[in-house]
């Protein structure tokens, strides 16, 4: 295979809802580039996207495929992306290392929630976007509606290049407006037949070319000028106008295929030749350190490794975008992540899990190599004189999590492995062995996500797992002032311990300094504080903790262990054994004793006044709300907006974007625990959330109890 360069490779993510048709168009692009010599289906397992044995047993697709064409002297890289909200961590991956978007629909449905949901990441990475409506052989298809849609959606930036002469079971033919010719084709598909448009069609052709000449020409001002001038543009000056209007995003070309049949196919790979923007033509990408990083062969030599696949028998295959100078076999390079040495031994470009070797590739090219000891995804090898790193990829937060044991408990350790490098091929698994719940935590994008993760660990691993659901870290505080006094007394021959602290507390607010006198009962305490020490919370809030003891009856150098123990039961707060925050502890007096008093006696002193202390301040649970936004069909609103309400949802605010609803809600953590799934379920899997941690808030008083009593049953059990 030849050597290209930078100047003849084109980068190009393939998106689309489940059902759109992606992976069948991957079949149709590499049959007619020659890559593969038969087109595979998803019914026969066969297929270049979708061969690892999770996908073909769920019949979806679970990662994405990088393939690549070569078509008229150029050189075009794919990533086919799941079509699952639960799967978006791909496609997020895929638009970072291409240059333009080609976001199917499926023409029986027109946009769908995912269609949105892909726009949107190429909005915020401003990558080009081409829609392309497949499918024009169902039943149900209505190409012209779809089009309605789509500049209902996203204006009148959206310009049909095609229409189809015929939608339904009969579809052979369309009408190409850019070069004003008729394709038809034969049952088997493949090359069309090209001819001049029918009379009956040409008025509305003419329509529909002037209006695609206006988008073109408004992109440069030459071609603007012509434009009004003649009121029509060459062929070349067209390509040239939705070039730049694709790179500004000025432009939203459509174009029609029947994938299934291999009709549009090889018009469409001409375009995608011919017009789409090469790698040097894109905005620069930045490193870490923020330094603009020009797509240059001579440059530095920097590859990013954006993908890792662990395939049977052959191990991680792990996939790369050279963002700069050139790469061969046998090159020696450093991790400037990790700083380890590397040397890459074999370098491929790829179809699915058929690989090419080559012995070069250039700045803005794809690749794969085998058998790297000590790299990760997201990583980056530099050649000598480079230390640039590339951490631009920022994935969604998790919406769905679980906790997650070994059926066998000897299998822990295997499964916690097992997971970690699967979180290589699937950055968005993410675990955690969580410390406060005293559980490992799973999380994922949604329910699909962790089944499939599941069904991983058990067939592949060979490991049995038990999902649960997961604790919920709520947080414990005050609502008042609170005093307390403990004596710790211990007598056992010989020494003793001995420690008596006097203490109050009350709730810390920011700005609110402690007072100079506290009244409890008939009784005042007079503050002096001495010291004070301001604690930020690892778990959020804070502690202020301040001596106030005269007179000596304290010594301070027991402070530091009345502390300590003020902190150990911070951390198993004496409700529910939760995290406690905010709050102010004043230790005001106490007694010592010259032979009995040790660390110890204060610590245990400290601890169990503040315990008392704590649970006479009002105590009250706080429970982690979250910011939650729902796409939904706006049929389906009523729906959607009573389901969170009944999760004890705060509805914030509403908005339409074009026959979708976007609905945004504060909902406590416990009532989302399977809020993916239900959501699925009330709307037929076309609306999708986000979720994102916003504060801690009050639990209701009839949850904190029932919360409190559980604690206590739960403790009598243990004891």
């Known amino acids: 295979m030849k050597t290209y360069q930078s100047r003849e490779i084109k980068n190009i993510a393939l998106l689309g809802n489940d059902g759109a048709g992606k992976t069948t168009l991957t079949e149709a692009l590499l049959y007619e580039a020659g890559i593969i010599q038969r087109r595979g289906r998803i019914t026969m397992k066969n297929t270049v996207s979708d061969y690892f044995p999770v996908e073909q047993e769920y019949g979806y697709s679970v990662f994405s495929t990088v393939f690549h064409t070569e078509w008229n002297g150029k050189k075009l890289n794919f990533i086919d992306c799941p079509g699952s909200d639960d799967f978006a961590g791909a496609a997020i991956t895929a638009l970072h290392v291409t240059d333009t978007a080609v976001i199917l629909i499926n023409g029986q449905y027109g946009p769908e929630v995912a269609t949105q949901n892909h726009f949107r990441m190429t909005e915020k990475l401003q990558k080009p976007v081409i829609f392309l409506v497949n499918q024009l052989d169902s039943d149900k298809c209505d190409y012209h509606q779809s089009i309605e849609r789509l500049q209902e959606l996203y204006g009148p930036k959206v310009v049909p290049v095609q229409y189809p002469l015929n939608e339904g079971p009969d579809f052979n033919a369309m009408i190409d407006v850019l070069l004003m010719k008729k394709y038809s084709w034969k049952p088997e598909g493949g090359a069309p037949t090209i001819e001049d448009i029918p009379a009956s069609e040409m008025d509305k052709a003419m329509e529909m070319h002037r209006a695609l000449v206006e988008a073109a020409a408004e992109n440069d001002e030459t071609l603007m000028e012509k434009f009004f001038e003649s009121e029509s543009l060459t062929e070349d000056e067209m390509r040239e106008g939705i070039r730049k209007g694709l790179v500004t995003r000025s432009i939203y070309p459509v174009f029609c295929v029947c994938a299934v049949k291999d009709m549009g196919v090889r018009r469409m790979m001409e375009f995608l030749g011919n017009v789409v923007p090469f790698v040097d033509e894109m905005p620069m990408v930045k490193n870490a350190a923020g330094e603009e990083i020009p797509v240059d062969a001579n440059g530095p030599t920097a590859l990013y490794f954006f993908k890792t696949a662990s395939e049977p028998h052959i191990g991680d295959v792990q996939y790369f975008k050279v963002m700069s100078g050139k790469v061969h076999e046998g090159d020696d390079m450093t991790n400037t992540d990790r700083g380890s040495k590397e040397r890459l031994t074999q370098l491929y470009v790829c179809a699915g899990q058929n690989r090419t070797k080559v012995e070069e590739l250039v700045a803005g090219d794809i690749g794969c190599t085998l058998k790297l000891k000590d790299v990760r995804t997201g990583n980056t090898l530099c050649g000598k004189d480079c230390d640039w790193r590339f951490d631009f990829v920022k994935y969604p937060d998790p919406k769905y999590i679980r906790s997650i044991k070994a059926e066998n408990e000897s299998d822990s350790e295997k499964m916690m492995a097992a997971i970690q490098k699967m979180s290589q091929e699937d950055p968005t698994w993410v675990l955690e062995q969580s410390k ?75 700005g609110e300094p402690a007072k100079s006198v506290y009244k409890f009962g008939n009784q005042e305490f007079k503050i002096t504080p001495k010291s004070e020490d301001v604690i930020d919370l690892e778990w959020g809030g804070k502690l202020v903790f301040i001596n106030s003891v005269v007179g000596g009856a304290i010594d301070v150098s027991f402070m530091p262990a009345i502390l300590k123990g003020v902190m150990q039961r911070m951390e198993q707060g004496p409700l529910t054994g939760s995290y406690a925050r905010d709050v102010r502890v004043i230790v005001y007096d106490g007694k010592m004793h010259p032979v009995d008093s040790k660390e110890i006696a204060f610590i245990l002193a400290g601890r169990h006044a503040f315990a008392e202390a704590f649970k006479e301040a009002g105590p009250k649970l706080l429970e982690p709300i979250y910011d939650v936004e729902v796409l939904t069909p706006s049929d389906r609103m009523g729906d959607v907006m009573s389901d969170l309400q009944g999760r004890r949802g705060m509805i914030m605010g509403s908005e339409s974007e074009g026959g979708y609803d976007k609905l945004i809600a504060k909902v406590p953590l416990k009532e989302l625990s399977n809020y993916s799934t239900s959501l699925s379920s009330i709307t037929g899997g076309r609306a999708s959330f986000t979720m994102k941690f916003s504060s801690y808030e009050l639990v209701p008083t009839d949850v904190q109890q029932k919360l409190v009593k559980e604690f206590e049953e739960q403790n009598k059990d243990e004891e």
């Open 436 to 510: 406060e719940l005293r559980q490992t935590l799973i999380k994922g994008q949604g329910e699909f996500h962790l089944r499939t993760l599941k069904w991983r660990l058990e067939n592949n691993a060979k490991i049995k797992v038990i999902f649960g659901e997961p604790k919920i870290p709520y947080r414990e505080t005050i609502t008042k002032a609170a005093r307390a006094d403990y004596r710790h007394k211990k007598q056992s021959g010989g020494a003793g311990q001995f420690g008596e602290v006097h203490l109050i507390v009350e709730p810390y607010v920011e």
